[in-house]
């Protein structure tokens, strides 16, 4: 087990006031699960759900938002893939910290943390990884063999790449 520092600033504080109930409704679903395989599932399809919105065209997204659904971006309820996957790791962030675990202890939960918009969770995860080498082996099984997770995984590398062009 490897212990998960408290994030320094967390997404609650600093999201938008109209968001935050979505990342708290969003957390309460994925801590319904009873293990780390259940909510590695859950955590995948809310979000892969999400991206699928965000795909949509701006008038599609908009007749779905005047039928009841929650805006999901906390900013002008607009949006595209591009701005879901900026987003990604925040929503990552803010599920887990409504968790609030203290240890990762297992595969499925190291690979979401690894998502995460936080170092700290991150760095647990990395952690885990590196305290044996079968845990390592396990995330990268998963990686390989879960296709909702390597969909959300292609997402993410999308969101870095971008990051990583804009600071260059």
């Not at 595969?107 to 995860?125: F, N, R, V």
């Amino acid at each position: 087990m490897t212990a998960i520092e408290t994030p320094s600033r967390s997404v609650f504080e600093t999201s938008p006031e109209k968001l935050r109930p979505f990342l708290e409704g969003l957390a309460a679903r994925v801590a319904g699960g009873a293990n780390w395989m259940v909510r590695k599932k859950t955590v995948c399809d809310l979000l892969l759900g999400l991206d699928a919105f965000f795909a949509l065209p701006e008038a599609e997204r908009q007749a779905l938002l005047a039928d009841g659904a929650a805006a999901t971006d906390g900013e002008d309820g607009g949006g595209g893939p591009a701005d879901f996957r900026n987003v990604l790791p925040l929503y990552v962030g803010a599920i887990l910290e409504g968790l609030n675990e203290k240890v990762i202890s297992e595969a499925e939960q190291a690979a979401i943390y690894l998502l995460s918009i936080h170092p700290e969770h991150q760095k647990a995860a990395e952690g885990w990884m590196l305290s044996d080498p079968r845990h390592g082996k396990a995330v990268r099984k998963l990686m390989r063999s879960d296709r909702r997770y390597r969909q959300l995984m292609d997402r993410m590398n999308d969101h870095w790449r971008t990051t990583n062009q804009q600071t260059a």
